[in-house]
């Protein structure tokens, strides 16, 4: 099963703290999809407290996957 990430946006989050986590790890799994390993990697998902959309400070409106209380099972980062 593949690593949980959870990266958590919430109104007035500077867009390269979302971005740039969400980016590292999005890197990080398609190195583990191009080795042929067995490793699973890492499953990325972006949501805010209640799944609304929110601003950043820069005022780009972005749309989170799901609530915070909607994930199941243990988040890993």
Do not use: N, W
């Not at 790890?25 to 490793?39: H, N």
């Amino acid at each position: 099963m593949a690593r949980l990430v959870v990266i958590v946006g919430f109104d007035g989050v500077q867009g390269l703290d979302l971005c740039g986590p969400m980016d590292v790890f999005a890197g990080a799994q398609q190195l583990v999809e191009g080795t042929g390993l067995s490793d699973p990697g890492y499953k990325i998902v972006v949501v805010s407290a209640a799944g609304a959309p929110v601003r950043t400070s820069a005022g780009l409106t972005l749309m989170p996957e799901a609530a915070l209380a909607d994930i199941v099972g243990p988040i890993d980062t």
